[in-house]
């Protein structure tokens, strides 16, 4: 099977961090596409960034179907264009902050996600009301900017482990969720060293969509996430007509 997961953003190294995360946890057996978005922000941080990272996502996903690609995965965790996504797509398509929440309820009562900003620190909660886990899982921010975390010069991964500390203290939290794509790298030794289970979404996005596909499971194509309606769009989004995206 062909796993196609997607940086919404347009920063190569951060893909090579999501890929890495990626190849770890698939079978022998799944091909892992890696890719890049070709236009939008250089990182997702906050709701303006997030709408115009849409458009690159959704040429990529068209993209990747007709290469034969079984399933999407998505990786940022604010879940970008993840609606527009299950409607464009004939393939599942999973997004890395409802897999890894889903995945996380299955073995912790009480968890906390961990994320980069407070501007990414809303849309997230958002998320976590919208997949029903508001009474289990708190949200907090570790106030690092995402390309941070790529710079070892940076304390960006220090204030990340301030705020693991915080959340296992005060919010009684009985598992992390790291709330960034480009914390995927650092999964292994913080289980490690907080000693409790710390989720990717990437790898639990992965995983999830090798669920689906053996299943034979994808999108319902009826109600909201129906096939979009064939229609004119004028100026520059004349090419993200359902007909122009070969839909």
Known sequence: MKIAVINPNTTASM???IADAARRVAHTETEILAITSSMGPVSIEGYYDEVFAVPGLLVEIAKAEREGAD???????????????????GIPVIGICEAALSATSFIAQRFSVVTTMERSRLPVEHLVHRYGMGSRCKVRAADVPVLSLEDPNSNARDRLRSEISA????DRAEAIVLGCAGMADLTASLRQEFGVPVIDGVAAAVKQAESLIAQGLSTAKRGAYATPVS?????????????????
């Open 167 to 170: 959340a296992l203290k005060d």
């Open 71 to 89: 399933a999407i995965v998505i990786a940022c965790f604010d879940d970008t264009g993840l609606d527009a996504a299950r409607a464009l797509a």
């Open 231 to 247: 229609k004119t769009y004028h100026g520059d989004l004349a090419r993200f007509s359902p007909a122009a995206m070969g839909v």
């Open 15 to 17: 893909t090579a961090t």
